[in-house]
């Protein structure tokens, strides 16, 4: 059971190119989410998905867009990255179920994005 | 809108003393729970306590424990018998019971803490 992977690991990219990040989890989990860390601000939700082929805007959602096509896995894209998207790169997954088990996140070892 | 504050970047302490780490929030709601999340140098987000918000005792868990006050809008975390791989970034998060629903985790800015030999 590996839980919640990412990949990869560490990335530099340079201004306008693209990418993704993949995520994966083996948890069988209806939820997951996108969020991104940054000195002095905490972790902020990017984007989200409740289930299988749904997905939802987070507190920052531009610059980034999302897919859940399998439900293990959640994909995050930079269409074209920009320096003020250096940052790293968190993805969590969780489950609806009974309270209060149900509402932990579940968070991978991230992803160090550096746009130069 | 639900805020988190952390008013402490930074603080240290001694191997096998006691700290606190602060954090308040706002909400207007009756129904939420409170997390603290512990980050270490490997940048994994691990899951220290939660608290319910409707249980009157506060969440202890091995040697980490909370203060609870609900009228207050206060959750601090208390490290008893600190040990050098306490050393980590932690982040206060609160979270509102939207039963049925998406349920958003809003974070802290982060309280970093050094154990020291």
């Known amino acids: 059971n590996a839980g919640v992977t990412q990949t990869p690991k560490f990335r530099v990219l340079k201004t306008g190119q693209s990418m993704t990040l993949l995520c994966a989890q083996d948890?069988?989990?209806?939820?997951m989410y996108w969020y991104r860390q940054d000195p002095g601000m905490g972790l902020r939700l990017i984007h989200y998905s409740v289930g299988e082929g749904t997905t939802a805007k987070g507190e920052v959602p531009d610059g980034y867009n999302v897919s859940r096509l399998k439900k293990q896995n959640f994909l995050l894209g930079l269409e074209s990255a920009a320096p003020s998207q250096t940052s790293v790169y968190f993805c969590?997954?969780?489950?609806?179920?009974?309270?209060?088990?149900?509402?932990?996140?579940?968070f991978g070892p991230g992803t160090r994005l550096t746009v130069t | 809108a639900q805020t988190v504050t952390q008013s402490q970047p930074e603080m240290s302490v001694q191997e096998a003393e006691t700290v606190t780490l602060s954090c308040t929030y706002d909400t207007s709601e009756n129904n939420y729970y409170l997390f603290w999340y512990k980050q270490p140098p490997s940048r994994q987000m691990i899951l220290v306590i939660r608290q319910e918000a409707y249980k009157q005792q506060n969440a202890t868990e091995n040697r980490f424990s909370v203060n609870f006050q609900k009228a207050a809008k206060s959750f601090s975390l208390k490290i008893s018998d600190s040990q050098l791989g306490d050393t980590a970034m932690y982040f206060c998060?609160?979270?509102?019971?939207?039963?049925?629903?998406?349920?958003?985790?809003?974070f802290g800015a982060g309280t970093r803490l050094a154990v020291h030999p």
């Open positions: 948890m069988n989990h209806e939820y």
């Open positions: 998060a609160f979270m509102l019971d939207v039963s049925g629903g998406y349920n958003k985790l809003i």
């Open positions: 969590a997954s969780s489950y609806p179920g009974v309270a209060p088990s149900s509402y932990e996140q579940y």
